[in-house]
């Protein structure tokens, strides 16, 4: 059932219940979001955490809507999660639930510890609430409304159900214990007055349950045996256990781990819903975004995400991952499985003097080395060539290796080429042209000599590159930690101006004319790319930098910059 990967204190904590016998040695999960935003990469480690525990166990797994917030949820956010946990993999079969679909179970459990003087209306406004509450180091005070006879708090309770109070004039609270050194104990509020249009219940009611009350209830109705949560709910705990033990229902374990925190990303909800809003990225699926939407249409796969969050574990104390941990996640996986192919970015013509005018052939290109079934294909060659014009310096730094005046390098599966002279715009004095000469007897990219050139350049054939757009995306912030900002500003003062490039004019190998939208490329020396299945439509090919290989030379350049 469990390898060494998936061993941890979760499971521990699990076969200790099966050894004893607790559940009935059941094992029944759930993944309950919230439909008030897109799932994010944070969520990608929960749905893995719960669904995996249940299929390694042999039990369920429910998706179930955590809707008691009207105000903030729309049904564009339900959709979107069935199909983001649909494509991470994941089948709950039959068991699609809402809290909103136990509404009225939760108002009968709200109505029982009425009865049981348990519960009581308060009419203390929000801000005499919080001030009641007391602090960290001073206890609270009994609200004057906390010992209303359970005759008139059920009247009252009833009578705010009905609609009959303005929203916000009257709560109900739990009764606990107002000098509880757990602040969440000292009567939390459980219903309040909202009117509020609700995604499914429509109108039909105008006082919603809280989150805390409404979350154990809904786990104990649907029989689920370990409520997985992450480690912010773990200050919550006793109150989830309260709730349940003064209705007598059905008591789940609660078990927190740590959330996932990602290095140049945020995963605030709430954060990310301001990015939309404020459109400093296209929408909730932006590729720069780190929704799972996001992520797959930037090309990351089921497979790697899964990967990645098996990777990182579960642990009980909060870290940050580098985001790099990520990235190759999907570098490890495409590294195997895509095929390569040559791309100039941002080209520089090349002409070859001394290869014959009108003259082409075809060379042998490896499909992919890590996969000896792969193959090879045809990449046609001729006179005129582009390359990346980073790949060439009219004044080389010290250490530059690739394609100078006077300078060999190796073209890959072709010839060894030398600058012989450089053309330049006449008017802004820019490199328009390269031109070359080139050695017949190193076809292949070896010479018989035994020569050693220091690089070799990737290429396209002119005469026969197709055209492509290629957008580039990088880290959305540039700071490691994007809530680390000066005084008076916020995240956003982090986002990072070059998290997307856009080149219109790029040059693809004539293999890529058949790629189909979808499919995925290593284009060699830059990265991994997919074929944007939206963007790429009447003729247009649109690719998307998935992540980029890493680029010796950018490190020096970066460090010489310095």
Known sequence: METANTKNFIREIIDEHNRSGRFGAKVHTRFPPEPNGYLHIGHAKAICINFGIARDYKGLCNLRMDDTNPEKEEMEYVDSIIEDVKWLGFDWQDRLFYASDYFD??????????????????????????????????PGKNSPYRDRPVEENLSLFTRMRNGEFPDGSRVLRAKIDMASPHIVMRDPVIYRIKRAHHHRTLDKWCIYPMYDFA??????????????????????????DWFLDALGMHHPQQIEFARLNLSNTVLSKRKLLQLVREKLVDGWNDPRMPTLSGLRCRGYTPQSIRNFCDSIGVAKMDSIVDINVLENSIREELNKTAPRAMAVLKPLKVVITNYPEGKSEELDAVNNPEDPTAGTRKVPFGRELYIERDDFREVPPPKFYRLSPGKEVRLRYAYFITCTEVVKDPVIGEVTEVRCTYDPATKGGDSPDARKVKATLHWVSAAHAIDAEVRLYDMLFTNRNPNDV?????????????SLETLPACKLEPSLGGAKPGARYQFERLGYFYIDPVASKDGKRVFNRIVSLKDTWAKVEKRTAR
């Open 486 to 498: 000066p005084e008076g500003a916020d995240f956003k003062a982090n986002l990072n101006p070059g």
């Open 215 to 240: 979350h154990c209830i809904s786990d104990s109705i649907e029989g689920i045996t370990h409520s997985i949560c992450t480690l912010e709910f773990e200050n919550n705990r006793p109150l989830y």
């Open 105 to 138: 179970k939760i108002y009968e459990c709200a109505i029982q510890l009425v009865k049981l003087g348990r519960a009581y209306v308060d009419d203390l406004t929000a801000d005499q609430i919080r001030e009641y509450r007391g602090t960290l180091t001073q």
